[in-house]
């Protein structure tokens, strides 16, 4: 699962527009919106610097969250944010409601493990990783922090596929084909030829 959920207290905004969303950043708040679920879209502004330092700490886009709009709380998702491409300050910030049964896209980072146990490796191959990151269909309420790619016994040649990695109850991968993840490669100076007969007598 992914890290603990989060509270974040919003106020509902009446005005929108370009003069009304730079005012609020001159005053140190985010315009935002809450949508989804059948339920009709609200404005809000939100605290810069807590949702900043949310946008930071990372797992904010697969992190359910709570929104207090003046009191009424809404389970949401982080689903799009926008940065000033100068300035490195959050701009916006599209929530998703979410409940038990909300099904939800999100790009999962894939971990690899087990490096050393991987005779490709350790003989100078190199690990090409295609994809960081696997996008999925799953429950809101069970979004992975992370996929973790066992290494152990590839080598040189070898390709991991994504029907190799165990997801879990409930996720589906959003790409409906064995996709690969990563492959090991020869190393471009070649391969170490004394590891490999290390290897090959161990």
Same mark, same amino acid.
């Given at each position: !699962?992914?890290?603990?959920?989060?509270?974040?207290?919003?106020? @509902? %905004?009446? %005005?929108?527009?370009?003069?009304?969303?730079?005012?609020?950043? %001159?005053?140190?708040?985010?315009?935002?919106?809450?949508?989804?679920?059948?339920?009709?879209?609200?404005? $809000?502004?939100?605290?810069?610097?807590?949702?900043?330092?949310? +946008?930071? #700490?990372?797992?904010?886009?697969?992190?359910?969250?709570?929104?207090?709009?003046?009191?009424?709380? &809404?389970?949401?998702?982080?689903?799009?944010?926008?940065?000033?491409?100068? %300035?490195?300050?959050? !701009?916006?910030?599209?929530?998703?409601?979410?409940?038990?049964?909300?099904?939800?896209? *999100?790009?999962?980072?894939?971990?690899?493990?087990?490096? =050393?146990?991987?005779?490709?490796?350790?003989?100078?191959?190199?690990?090409?990783?295609?994809?960081?990151? *696997?996008? *999925? &269909?799953?429950?809101?309420?069970?979004?992975?922090?992370?996929?973790?790619?066992?290494?152990?016994?590839?080598? +040189?040649?070898?390709?991991? &596929?994504?029907?190799?990695?165990?997801?879990?109850?409930?996720?589906?991968?959003?790409?409906?084909?064995?996709?690969?993840? @990563?492959?090991? $490669?020869?190393? #471009?100076?070649? $391969?170490?030829?004394?590891?490999?007969?290390?290897?090959? =007598?161990?």
């Amino acid at each position: !699962m992914s890290q603990e959920t989060y509270e974040l207290k919003a106020e @509902a %905004r009446e %005005r929108v527009g370009k003069g009304s969303a730079r005012e609020l950043r %001159r005053n140190g708040l985010i315009p935002a919106v809450i949508y989804g679920d059948k339920q009709a879209p609200i404005t $809000i502004a939100l605290n810069t610097n807590e949702v900043t330092k949310r +946008i930071h #700490a990372g797992s904010f886009m697969t992190t359910v969250a709570t929104i207090d709009v003046d009191g009424k709380k &809404h389970k949401v998702l982080p689903k799009d944010y926008q940065l000033d491409p100068v %300035r490195d300050f959050t !701009m916006h910030v599209d929530f998703l409601r979410v409940s038990g049964n909300t099904q939800v896209t *999100v790009e999962i980072p894939v971990h690899f493990i087990n490096e =050393e146990k991987s005779p490709g490796l350790k003989v100078g191959g190199v690990l090409n990783i295609v994809r960081h990151e *696997v996008e *999925v &269909h799953c429950p809101a309420d069970a979004i992975p922090e992370f996929f973790n790619i066992d290494l152990s016994g590839k080598k +040189i040649g070898d390709s991991i &596929h994504i029907a190799e990695v165990t997801l879990p109850k409930g996720a589906t991968p959003v790409i409906d084909r064995d996709f690969t993840i @990563a492959t090991i $490669i020869a190393p #471009a100076a070649g $391969i170490d030829e004394s590891a490999a007969e290390g290897e090959a =007598e161990a």
